[in-house]
């Protein structure tokens, strides 16, 4: 046994040696084929959460929006209108609207529950409420719907007299429709006062750079501070056009939704006359042979007007002491007017002028 050991004692040590060798080698070999092993760049890594943003995120915008967009609601309006023939055609529309108060109250245009049928209100919380009309003010576009609810994220409503020219405006609504529901636009007030005429009616809006969309009809226009200053109404939709949109400033707006919450609609005062003025008769291509006034082509009979012997043909020079050059003045004079109120109204009649005294009487609602 000795000398076996000691024959093979020579092959065995060679051959530790030579595994030794090649599990050295191998050892290597696979330690050039093994991947380094790298750390993590740190920018990659899942951020940190942090428990509030830094003060450059958090800005009044930020802040702003946070505190009204979850008084903005959509509308959905389901309403019944006519085709050429005269048929009646289902139409769906969408608008936006604003939350005025926790039991349901919510302000928003006529425009977009006009004719309505069935009115479905979308919450910024993700219900979907039934909204029924309380009453609306075709005048200034203005309506309030009501849903059946409590407890429900109210705006705040500001002081749009206070506004300045180039303070941060915002607006929240539903451009296009519901699937961009709750957008933010970031302008500036670009005027105040800003004068427009739709029809024989002169509206005074704010006027902003905030990005105003179909959609966006009722939604809110609110400053820095996060309070309600205006219900977005109406864009300047034309060719080369772009950054004018209008409001209804809020401080117009609450008289009228105090009336229809208490009333149902808002009482106006009306003079009973149908008017044309220098402007309206150009458009109709005829020419109006008057300096100045507007002319009475119509009398409603039995209305204030003719009660105070105000006749067709007549020309209005002046209401309440103040020029009536066009039909929008006109009637802004007289709807500023209270129900039963007496006004002053200056005549020309074959060329010879008279004051009347006209008691003014409700608008009737037909």
Do not use: C, W
Request: glycine share 10%; net charge neutral; charged share 20%.
């Amino acid at each position: 046994m000795k000398l076996l050991y000691r024959r093979l004692a020579p092959y065995f040590i060679v051959a530790v040696i030579g595994a030794s060798l090649v599990l050295g080698y191998g050892g290597q070999f696979l330690a050039k084929l093994a991947p380094p092993s790298r750390s993590m760049p740190q920018n990659l890594l899942a951020p940190t959460a942090h428990a509030q943003i830094s003060e450059a995120r958090n800005t009044p915008v930020v802040r702003a929006a946070q505190a009204v967009g979850p008084a903005v609601v959509g509308i959905s309006n389901k309403a019944v209108a006519r085709d050429l023939f005269n048929r009646r055609i289902a139409v769906e529309q969408s608008g936006s609207g604003v939350i005025i108060s926790a039991d349901g109250f919510i302000v928003t245009n006529f425009h977009v529950v006009e004719n309505a049928q069935e009115l479905s209100v979308s919450l910024a919380d993700g219900r979907t409420l039934t909204g029924r009309v309380i009453g609306v003010d075709q005048p200034t576009d203005l309506a309030v719907v009501k849903v059946d609810a409590t407890g429900l994220p109210a705006a705040t409503l500001g002081d749009s007299d206070s506004l300045l020219v180039g303070e941060p405006a915002i607006a929240i609504g539903n451009p296009l429709g519901l699937e961009f529901k709750g957008s933010v636009t970031v302008g500036v007030i670009s005027a105040l006062n800003r004068t427009i005429e739709i029809g024989e009616r002169r509206f005074k809006l704010i006027q902003t750079d905030a990005a105003i969309n179909p959609g966006n009809s009722g939604g809110a226009l609110i400053n820095a501070d996060g309070m309600l200053i205006g219900i977005n109404s109406a864009k300047l939709a034309a060719q080369g056009v772009e950054g004018i949109g209008f409001a209804i400033p809020i401080n117009s707006v609450r008289p009228i939704i105090q009336a229809i919450i208490e009333k149902g609609r808002v009482a106006r005062s009306y003079l009973g006359v149908s008017l044309i003025d220098k402007n309206l008769a150009a458009r109709m291509g005829s020419e109006l042979n008057i300096d100045k006034g507007v002319y009475v082509y119509k009398t409603t009979p039995g209305g204030p007007a003719a009660k105070a012997d105000i006749r067709e043909g007549d020309v209005i020079l002046k209401v309440a002491g103040t020029d009536t050059n066009s039909v929008a003045e006109l009637r802004s004079i007289v709807e500023t007017q209270p129900v039963g109120s007496r006004v002053e109204v200056l005549i020309s009649r074959g060329g010879q002028t008279r004051t009347v005294n006209v008691l003014l009487e409700e608008l009737p609602s037909q």
